[in-house]
């Protein structure tokens, strides 16, 4: 089985920079996804790290370092849109299936 | 990117009935579609992947019996909650891959309420 553990919540100011972490326990890594859903809503696809290093896409930017279980999801220039839960999700064992953390319910404020 | 719908949006039933949810790869074929199921502050949780033209694979503690899944076409895959309870009552999501990628792209998701 996978272990994936994050932050229940976090805050962060409009206009900020806020570090999202996640960690996890696999055996047969395929890949990491980070997803962002608001409430009431599906998730949506953020990004896909398989591979060590920093992966950019606009404000947002995920990190991968295997040999650490460890990612982060780095968002920039907070908006108050950012306000949601992210989820990270871990594949494994042969599969691209991924098994979903409990989420990062973030709260952006003024 | 690639849609995915789901019908009906939101659904009210007794205790007791059976409520289908249908789960649409909108401008792409899907053969593989994945159903989640979501309690309120709690993550997504796989209940079963769909398989055209064969039988779901269902994972642990899901019974295959109360959620009858059926992919008979590349677009469509649909989810059946038999005799709905109340401890049924959570946000279904489906979500599809494109065959030669590893991104899933989710449905909009599907509010069960159970009286």
């Known amino acids: 089985g996978q272990n994936i553990d994050q932050p229940t919540e976090m805050t962060a100011t409009e206009g900020a920079i806020v570090q999202i972490n996640c960690t996890y326990q696999?055996?047969?890594?395929?890949?990491l996804f980070w997803y962002q859903q608001h409430a009431g809503e599906a998730p949506t696809f953020l990004s896909y790290?398989?591979?060590?290093g920093l992966e950019e896409k606009g404000r947002f930017s995920s990190f991968l370092s295997r040999s650490k279980g460890y990612s982060y999801l780095l968002l920039k220039e907070l908006q108050m849109k950012d306000s949601a839960s992210y989820l990270c999700?871990?594949?494994?064992?042969?599969?691209?299936?991924?098994?979903f953390g409990r989420g990062t319910s973030l709260i952006v404020h003024p | 990117g690639a849609v995915v719908s789901q019908h009906p949006s939101w659904v009210i039933c007794k205790s007791g009935t059976s409520v289908k949810i249908e789960c649409r790869s909108l401008?792409?074929?899907?053969?593989?579609m994945f159903w989640y199921r979501q309690f309120p502050k709690q993550s997504l949780m796989l209940m079963a992947t769909?398989?055209?033209?064969?039988?779901?694979?269902?994972e642990q503690g899901v019974e295959k019996d109360k959620f009858l899944i059926n992919h008979a076409s590349l677009t469509l895959s649909t989810l059946t909650v038999t005799s709905a309870h109340p401890e049924d009552s959570s946000f279904y999501i489906c979500?599809?891959?494109?065959?030669?990628?590893?991104?899933?792209?989710f449905g909009p998701g599907t509010r069960l309420t159970v009286l």
């Open positions: 979500s599809a891959r494109v065959d030669s990628g590893n991104e899933q792209f």
């Open positions: 790290n398989v591979l060590d």
């Open positions: 401008d792409f074929q899907a053969t593989t």
């Open positions: 999700a871990v594949a494994s064992g042969g599969s691209y299936i991924p098994t």
């Open positions: 769909s398989n055209e033209g064969s039988k779901a694979t269902y």
């Open positions: 696999t055996s047969g890594f395929n890949g």
